[in-house]
């Protein structure tokens, strides 16, 4: 709780105060006893108390009420006024304590025009004011200061007495200043008890952390921690692209061998059963006529229509020779064939021809596989079987890269 001690004398100002302080001292103590801090302000400027970063004293705001109290204002026209913030007390040379409003209803304080919700006490020649929050006592002293030097001094007898009298003067005053303030040295405290002795100083550390934390947020742990979670999100990503071009490529490679295997028996079905049975030396040997073989039953349809692959004239630059080329992207015809035979399901009467422009890379990989001048209707089809090329892969050229342009011609069986 902050509060405001004001003499209990009759309005009247006393006359010290028409004339404004020239130098101010200013000190904060704990209790009655112990001293936190002591400040000589000469010419007087504000003063603050309070946790926040650039106040003259660092105070807990539990107990200041604020993170940024204002005690004293230095005004432009030479006033020093002391500032009362509300719920304070206030003591005007060791009168009794008063509250702030109490101080502005008898004259002794203005109502402050800068801070809300309190008051303003002029500070004049010799004055003290003591301005009471909770534990906390702020007491704050007018002063003329200390005298400026001659410009042009004259080497007089009584100059000289003068300088020794103000040098006495000033150490007399040290003396009795120093004798207020407590012994750095001292380990009881004169009255501080260990419960307060452990509250200031855990408040300080806890202003330090502060502190602290303001200067580690605009630092460089932030930024490169964004950076790391920028570079393991784009990791993530790659990697599901990268299962699920695997897990595409995995589904082509068995279609690809399905068709195969078809093909295959169905050309061995389509085979003479000579040949079948004892291959190529069958074929020079005569042998009797034999009885015609009645025609075999013809298999149940099963709905499914088959479908005509033609491979036609291939575009190739490069020292890598054509035959090698075509048979590799036969072998892959599988695959081709099940893009294909996927539109048809839409369109029974799909037909046409799909070219694809692909290039070979000096390690053998398919790269910059596109659309080569398709007339295929349907895109779907035209998309799976460029995506198809991808997982080709062909010997190593002699000299550089290989451009390829294959085009393939569909259409339904009959």
């Not at 039953?297 to 709905?303: D, F, K, L, V």
Request: with cysteine; aromatic share 6%.
């Amino acid at each position: 709780m902050v509060g405001v001690s004001v003499a209990s004398d009759p309005p009247v100002r006393d006359a010290r105060v028409s004339a404004a302080a020239r130098a101010v001292d200013v000190v904060v103590r704990w209790g009655d006893d112990c001293t936190l801090a002591a400040h000589e302000l000469s010419p007087p400027r504000p003063f603050f108390v309070g946790d926040e970063p650039g106040c003259d004293v660092a105070l807990p705001a539990e107990i200041v009420g604020a993170s940024r109290v204002p005690v004293l204002l230095a005004r432009w026209d030479g006033d020093v006024r002391v500032v009362v913030p509300k719920g304070a007390k206030v003591v005007i040379d060791g009168g009794k304590p008063m509250t702030a409003a109490r101080a502005v209803a008898r004259g002794l304080a203005e109502a402050s025009r800068v801070h809300r919700d309190a008051a303003e006490v002029l500070l004049g020649l010799a004055a003290t004011i003591a301005v009471r929050i909770g534990p906390i006592t702020i007491e704050i002293t007018g002063s003329e200061g200390a005298p400026r030097a001659p410009r042009q001094p004259v080497m007089e007898r009584r100059l000289g007495l003068s300088h020794l009298a103000s040098v006495l003067l000033h150490l007399l005053v040290f003396a009795l200043v120093g004798s207020r303030f407590q012994p750095i040295d001292d380990d009881d405290y004169d009255g501080v008890t260990d419960d307060q002795r452990f509250y200031i100083q855990q408040m300080l550390e806890r202003a330090a952390e502060k502190e602290m934390e303001w200067a580690e947020r605009e630092g460089e742990e932030s930024v490169l921690a964004a950076l790391e979670r920028r570079a393991r999100r784009r990791a993530r990503r790659l990697r599901s692209e990268a299962d699920q071009d695997d897990a595409y490529m995995r589904f082509l490679q068995t279609a690809s061998e399905r068709w195969a295997a078809e093909e295959f028996a169905r050309a061995r079905a389509e085979e003479p059963s000579d040949t079948r049975d004892t291959g190529l030396i069958g074929l020079l040997y005569e042998r009797p006529p034999q009885p015609p073989k009645p025609p075999a039953p013809q298999p149940a349809p099963t709905g499914r229509a088959s479908t005509q692959t033609r491979p036609g004239a291939m575009a190739l630059n490069g020292r890598l020779p054509p035959e090698v080329v075509r048979r590799i992207i036969r072998q892959n015809f599988g695959r081709f064939r099940l893009c294909y035979e996927n539109g048809l399901r839409l369109n029974p009467n799909l037909q046409g021809r799909v070219a694809v422009r692909f290039v070979i890379g000096a390690d053998g990989a398919v790269s910059n596989v596109g659309n080569g001048g398709s007339d295929m209707p349907d895109g779907g089809v035209i998309a799976c079987i460029v995506r198809a090329f991808h997982g080709l892969s062909f010997p190593k050229p002699e000299g550089g890269i290989v451009s390829v342009v294959y085009p393939i011609m569909f259409s339904p069986g009959g």
